[in-house]
């Protein structure tokens, strides 16, 4: 549920607000008014948002924990210390989100205004506040735009797909890590090796179970969830296969393929996406390609099949796309002004 801090006029009365706040929270009941924190407002929030009839996804709520965590409810903000009425004014909000847009980014700050403004409307809800503030601050971005670097809408080479292979199985041989490290980094090899050989999304890999799989067939059972054309079968390239056996005889082969590294004695323990993300950009800032993101495979995956002449159908099977234009127009893109003359010679 989260740490609960209290602010007082000496350290003695703080540690008996937050013993108060402890001992009401175990009873499942805390009592809202207006002289209540808007840290203490925010954890009784997020109990509610966390209940499965909330509406929210689990994907959503995670990051609004996260978000509130990381610039709310932190040393040095500025409403940190505020009760509900107080951090409910324009001008303490705007500068606030400011700030949090100047130092972590125009998204930070937007996603850290939709969290502000779920307490502040939980408030109106409860009949302690009648006005949400917020709702008179327009957007707020950061005074220098953060530099995007990343390409979404563009395709590895083959030779550059290798590259980063490679990369990742080097960091993975090194013997000098600790044995901590080289799990991981033989972890995140290995994913790199499977996305680039099936051109599956980061989160269907996390995903993939051993059961999953049938290295004696050269198949994967791919379960997606996006749409009903994304839960396929694929066909493993054989040295995929000859990986993914390597990493059966190393790992064992109950629980999840990808398992968080973290975690050896827990193969059920789902790897992080916000870790696994990461750990991809790490091997392709260290491999030269920083433009790169993980859907970086799945492009790289449809151009290669593309480019030996698959027919669009079977690039989108492989996929998972519901509609084959959508792999066409989106993944391999249309070339209204090239040369025509592979056509003409049909006509």
Same mark, same amino acid.
């Given at each position: 549920?989260?740490?609960?801090?209290?602010?007082?006029?000496?350290?003695?009365?703080?540690?008996?607000?937050?013993?108060?706040?402890l001992e009401e929270r175990e009873?499942?009941?805390?009592?809202? =008014?207006?002289?209540?924190?808007?840290?203490?407002?925010?954890?009784?929030?997020?109990?509610?948002?966390? $209940?499965?009839?909330?509406?929210?996804?689990?994907?959503t709520v995670q990051d609004y924990?996260?978000? !509130?965590? $990381?610039?709310?409810?932190?040393?040095?903000?500025?409403?940190?210390?505020?009760?509900?009425?107080?951090?409910?004014?324009?001008?303490?909000? $705007?500068? !606030?989100?400011?700030?949090?847009? #100047?130092?972590?980014?125009?998204?930070?700050?937007?996603?850290?205004? @939709?969290?502000?403004?779920?307490?502040?409307?939980?408030?109106?809800?409860?009949?302690?506040? =009648?006005?949400?503030?917020?709702?008179?601050?327009?957007?707020?971005?950061?005074?220098?735009?953060?530099?995007?670097?990343?390409?979404?809408?563009?395709?590895?080479?083959?030779?550059?797909? %290798?590259?980063?292979?490679?990369?990742? #199985?080097?960091?993975?041989? %090194?013997?000098?890590?600790?044995?901590? =490290?080289?799990?991981? $980094?033989?972890?995140?090899? %290995?994913?790199?090796?499977?996305?680039?050989?099936?051109?599956?999304?980061?989160?269907?890999?996390?995903?993939?179970?051993?059961? %999953?799989?049938?290295?004696?067939?050269?198949?994967? +059972?791919?379960?997606?969830?996006?749409?009903?054309? @994304?839960?396929?079968?694929?066909?493993?390239?054989?040295?995929? =296969?000859?990986?993914?056996?390597?990493?059966?005889?190393?790992?064992?082969?109950?629980?999840?393929?990808?398992?968080?590294?973290?975690?050896? &004695?827990?193969?059920?323990?789902?790897?992080?996406? &916000?870790?696994?993300?990461?750990?991809?950009? @790490?091997?392709? #800032?260290?491999?030269?390609?920083?433009?790169?993101?993980? +859907?970086?495979?799945?492009?790289?995956?449809?151009?290669?099949?593309?480019?030996?002449?698959?027919?669009?159908?079977?690039?989108?099977?492989q996929l998972g796309h519901a509609?084959?234009?959508?792999?066409?127009?989106?993944?391999?893109?249309? #070339?209204?002004?090239?040369?025509?003359?592979?056509?003409?010679?049909?006509?």
């Amino acid at each position: 549920m989260g740490e609960i801090s209290r602010v007082a006029r000496t350290k003695r009365l703080a540690i008996e607000a937050v013993e108060t706040a402890l001992e009401e929270r175990e009873r499942g009941h805390v009592e809202m =008014t207006s002289g209540t924190s808007l840290v203490a407002a925010g954890e009784l929030w997020l109990t509610q948002i966390r $209940r499965t009839d909330s509406g929210l996804s689990a994907r959503t709520v995670q990051d609004y924990g996260r978000t !509130f965590a $990381r610039y709310i409810d932190v040393q040095g903000s500025s409403v940190r210390g505020l009760s509900l009425v107080q951090v409910n004014d324009p001008q303490r909000l $705007r500068i !606030f989100l400011q700030k949090v847009a #100047d130092r972590h980014g125009t998204g930070a700050a937007k996603i850290s205004k @939709s969290v502000l403004s779920g307490i502040l409307n939980f408030a109106i809800e409860n009949g302690i506040l =009648t006005t949400n503030a917020l709702r008179q601050i327009r957007p707020v971005r950061a005074q220098t735009a953060k530099v995007q670097e990343h390409d979404s809408k563009r395709a590895f080479t083959r030779e550059e797909r %290798d590259a980063v292979i490679a990369y990742a #199985d080097k960091l993975a041989r %090194d013997e000098s890590a600790n044995p901590r =490290t080289r799990r991981k $980094r033989e972890t995140v090899a %290995d994913l790199v090796a499977f996305m680039a050989g099936t051109g599956v999304r980061i989160n269907e890999a996390r995903g993939l179970r051993w059961e %999953d799989i049938d290295l004696k067939t050269n198949a994967a +059972h791919v379960r997606g969830t996006k749409t009903r054309k @994304s839960d396929r079968r694929l066909t493993l390239p054989s040295w995929l =296969t000859e990986r993914l056996t390597g990493r059966a005889e190393r790992f064992g082969t109950k629980g999840l393929v990808f398992s968080s590294p973290h975690h050896l &004695s827990e193969p059920e323990r789902v790897w992080d996406q &916000s870790n696994s993300a990461k750990a991809l950009a @790490s091997i392709f #800032d260290g491999s030269g390609f920083s433009w790169a993101i993980p +859907h970086t495979f799945r492009r790289t995956v449809a151009t290669l099949l593309d480019q030996a002449g698959v027919p669009i159908a079977r690039i989108a099977d492989q996929l998972g796309h519901a509609d084959p234009a959508m792999t066409a127009s989106v993944y391999l893109g249309r #070339d209204l002004m090239g040369d025509k003359r592979s056509v003409a010679e049909h006509l």
